[in-house]
Structures are given as structure tokens and as C-alpha cells.
DNA sequence: GATTATCAGTCGTCTGATGTTTGTGGAAGG
DNA sequence: CCTTCCACAAACATCAGACGACTGATAATC
């Protein structure tokens, strides 16, 4: 028996709006075709196709203007939706779970490393240092960051790497402007991912992350 | 200067209904009313209440059935998504990921628990002890992640609670049927957080993870 | 008793009209 | 030449009505 696949228009639409911009066809800033453009060009009602907008429009890939029309915002869903839950977070519960996140990647890096990662984490190193001596609070913490999701790029694990970019931007927030801190134990980490001592790589993470915060109170 | 902040008519509908489902009103398998009804009640139009609904089926918390109704089927959009996103994602990924949280929810735990904590922790374990010794594999991981959602929950880092539940449900799949095994271990976590011992505690949470999982492939 | 026909209820889609907002280009005034 | 103001076109927002398709239940038929 043939099994008749029938796909609601709607749900057509939003598929092909999304390959568009999955694809790359449509990136983020581009502007849609107006709705009777896209109306005419799909053979649609205009009905289905604003249900199709909304729904991504909700989903954050889409933000309309009226008066002036659609743009495309984002690309991943998901994404989306994390940062909107991470953001609504208290900075430090945001702390917490790159804290752990952090205990996770570091020996994964310390086994899986490659070359390119190593590169990747040398060149956000010596940036650091740069800035760190330079007295450039902004450029440090940017490279800060830097280094530490090449580690956890490092790690080679594509949930932990969208979990831990996740938390990057709020974390950003909670970075207080200390320049130069903690350039030994930075070094230290670096060597012992270089020289697969996953051992010494936990510690260190552990104790570098460990000095970004207040000892946990106990709260209520 | 006044911001009017003009909502949407959509925009508002669709809060109505999350804000319904979110507060309780409506639960998972409850029908919504009619669209008729519906645009009745609101003072809306039919493609308005129907671009709503379109954007919250989408997001996961409505599904809509032809020639039946419209019905609730989640809470919570996040959780939805970030669970769409682990489901696609490989397994092994999921365990490291845990791993992680696990090291960071174990010391927070050891410092924060309440006696209600103390006390669901106490009823899971002694669950998995019954499960282990009747040699009943299903309730005895039942148990076991029960245990382990527990310690999460006395972290009492909401951000983390959500991640850890979300992983919870694909992490059951990768569970052998090793009933019985880490008992000792187990009973060492509960009583190292209940005398709020945080080394101890964090060595146990490793070594209990650890075991499940073969050590890291450097994979590629 | 089993199968088929019918029906009421509900969602799916389309069409056309009207309201609201925005960006823009041109006219008026300096 | 430049600025200000305004009218207009373009684009989205919302509405109202109509018709089709699907579901579940009931009635009719064999």
C-alpha cells in the first residue's frame, strides 16, 4: 500500500523559508521578498504564507517591519532559544555551568587535540598576553574567551561546543575588568592540552574557573 | 517622550495561551476551544488566533489535529528545543556533556542542599538498593537517574537543573543494564553531601561517571 | 453483525478589502 | 544650496467570509 504523503502547505513554506536560510541563500540582514512577491512566486495565499512568517518569526529567524518588510535575524532555532533561556539566567548560575562545562571539555581537549586546536588556542594566548601588557580590558577579554572555546572546540564535541557558545555572551558580562590575571595558569593549561596531561589540564581548569567566583553561599 | 509600547494582536494572542499553558490552566492533553469559540472569546479574527497558534505549534507546545482540535503538548518551549537538539545529537556526546554537569552540580549540592533535598536523594537511593536486589533492570535505572536528578535539583541551579533534566531522557538509551553496580559508591556521594564534604563529594561524582562510559576515543 | 452513508464539528486554505506604518522623493521656504 | 514638511507608494496587520478536507460518531443498509 502507498502511503500518500501529504505536507500542509504551511509547513511547506516554513520548510523552504528555512532551507533558504540554512543554506546560506538568505543570511542574516537580508530583507524577504515582499509578501506578494513570495505569495505569487510559491502559489500561496497570503494567509499561509504570514502563518509561515510568524512561526519563524516566533522561532527568532525572522523579525518583520512593518511598513518596510522581513528580515532575516538568525540561523539556528535552537540557538536562538538557548540564549533566550541563558540570558533570563542569573549570571551566577551562567558562572556554575561553564564552570562544569569547562571540567568536561578541558580532558576531552587534553586527548582529542589536534594540531589546529592547539594553533587556535596559541594564537587567542598570545593575544591575551598582548593586551595584557598593553592594559586593553576589552581586547583581553575578548581573546580570554577565545582561548577558552578553542579549548572547548577542542574537545570535539559538538553538544558541549554549542552549550559552552551559548554561555559565552552572558558570561562576558560577569567578567569583571581584572587584566592580566591568571597568565601562569592560562600557559600552564595550554602545555599540559600540548602534551595530552589530562590530568594537570583538569586541575588547572578547575582552579582558573574556580577563581571567577565567590564561594558558592548556600543561598535559601 | 512616551513609548506606547504597542503589542501585536498576535503577539498578544500568543502570550494568552502561553501564559494559559505556563500558569497551569491548560495542561498537556488538554483540547484547546474551537478556533470559533476562541476568536469568539478574544475579539479576534480567525487568521490572527490562527497565525498564534501556528507560531506555538512550532514551537512545540501545541499540536494541531484536522477535523479534531487543537491540544497541548508541552510546558515549556526551551525544553522542547534544547530536548530536539539533544535527541539529534550522538550519545557518547550526551554522557560527556552530563559528566560535566554532574562535576559542577555535585559540589554545589555538597554546599547547598536542604533536608528536602536530602531526603528525595534518600528515597531514590534506597529505590535503586530494592530495584538492585529484586534484579529489576527498568526500575532500577528509573532509580538510579531519579538519584542523580536529585543531587542535580540541590544544586539549586535552575540553569543547570534544566540542562541536566534535558539530557536525562536521552541518557536513559545509553544505560546498559548494569544492575546493581556502584552501590557503595553511591551511598559514599549521598553521605559525603549530606555532611556537606565538597571534595569528597566531587571525587565520588567522577568516579561514578567515569564508569559508564568507555575512556575517550581521540576519535578524529 | 459488519459495512457503508451521512452529518456535525473542526481545522486548512483562499480571496478581497481596509487599516497602519515606514521610507522616500519632491515641493516649499530659507 | 540646504533644510523642513508633506503626500504617496510600498509593505505589513487585521478582518470577514467562503469553501474544502478531515475526524469521529451515528444512522442506514445489506
Redesign the pocket.
Known sequence: MLKVN?V???DAVIDAIRTQISEGEWVPGDR?P???ELTKTL??????L??ATRALVHAGLLA???????YVVAVDEAAVTLSRKITNSKSSEVVEVRRGLDAAAVPLAAVRRTEADLTAMREALDDRNRHAEAGDPDGFVEADLRFHMAVAQASHNELLIDFYASLNVPFRKSLGGAVGQGTREHEALYRAIERHDTEAATELALAIVARMEPPGPPET
Chains 1, 2 share one sequence.
Open positions: 501529504r500542509s502547505t504551511v524577504l515582499s509578501e506578494a502559489g500561496i495565499s497570503r494567509a499561509s504570514r502563518e518583520v517591519r512593518q511598513g518596510d518588510g522581513t
